[in-house]
């Protein structure tokens, strides 16, 4: 199976005009396609750790003050949960965006890396790293995609080619971040514990000092390495997140603009509604029961 043939595949999973902009899931675990029939705007959205292959159109997304662009024929692995801001610069309905996206299983990487040996690599750079479609591995995708057709096949064949994925992906130019996420000792795995706190305690209070600590950092080291790793400081990454999710509650429409600010974590809702409309350039009762895209979405 070649790009086109990943591209004929992607288009069948996304035929549903209902799914535009919106990753949809496969029977295959981590795996996902998504589809964007325009260009959009500049959106936050919450990036998962994933790895995207491109098959068609063009994407740029900014991370703080780094910005990366990916097109047909590139890769882009995405390390840690990072709020940033996307956009789909290429598409239209005769050749719309589309994209490969996978899950990273973070166990099964741990338990390849250390027979992967000698890559590891406390990196300084972004979350964010593009490159090339290496071919090993979109061939390794290819077989994984195929199995979407074999049941069978996926049950006996699916966890041993995922594997292969993930270890390809280990050892890839690209994957630099990957292998020093995996060093417990290292400093973007220090940061991939705080970013768990901050995902699962983002209503709260949470200070430096209690973030530095769950990393097992100074506060100013722990500073430094956070915005150098996700492009922004911990207490504007919460609020970011605090501010997303208060954009998917408001779409519902089944709470007020006050509730939801409460539901989130603000403790005035006039505090609420006046970085809302500087996150998003509206007032939050402007998206009650608006339609949204995937802004809580992974990479696509």
Not at 67 to 83: A, E, K, N, R, Y
Not at 137 to 158: H, K, W
């Amino acid at each position: 199976m070649d790009i086109s043939m990943l591209t004929e595949a992607a288009l069948r999973q996304t035929a549903d005009p209902s799914h535009t902009g919106i990753p949809v899931d496969t029977a295959l675990p981590n795996l996902m396609f998504i589809r964007q029939d325009q260009s959009t705007p500049f959106q936050p959205m919450i990036y998962d750790a994933v790895v995207c292959l491109t098959l068609q159109g063009a994407k740029e997304t900014t991370n703080g003050s780094h910005s990366v662009f990916f097109s047909s024929g590139q890769s882009l692995i995405v390390s840690h949960d990072l709020t940033v801001m996307a956009r789909v610069t290429q598409a239209t309905r005769r050749a719309p965006y589309l994209a490969l996206i996978l899950r990273l299983d973070l166990t099964l990487l741990r338990g390849l890396y250390d027979r992967v040996g000698g890559g590891a690599q406390d990196d300084p750079g972004c979350a964010l790293a593009v490159g090339g479609m290496d071919p090993p591995l979109v061939d390794a995708l290819a077989r994984y995609v195929a199995l979407l057709d074999d049941p069978t096949g996926a049950e006996v064949l699916g966890p041993l080619v995922l594997q292969e994925i993930h270890y390809r992906l280990l050892i890839a130019p690209n994957g630099c971040m990957l292998r020093g996420l995996l060093d417990r000792d290292s400093n973007p795995s220090r940061i991939a514990r705080a970013i768990a706190r901050l995902r699962q305690d983002y209503r709260q209070a949470l200070s430096v000092s209690i973030l530095a600590g769950a990393a097992g950092m100074s506060a100013s080291s722990f500073h430094e390495h956070f915005k150098q790793i996700t492009g922004t400081t911990p207490l504007q990454y919460q609020k970011n997140l605090r501010l997303i999710e208060a954009r998917r509650l408001l779409a519902r429409a089944d709470q007020g603009v006050s509730q939801v600010a409460f539901d989130v974590g603000y403790e005035s809702p006039a505090q609420f509604s006046r970085e809302y409309a500087r996150k998003f350039g509206v007032p939050p009762s402007h998206h009650l029961a608006y339609p949204l895209f995937a802004v809580a979405e992974p990479v696509g």
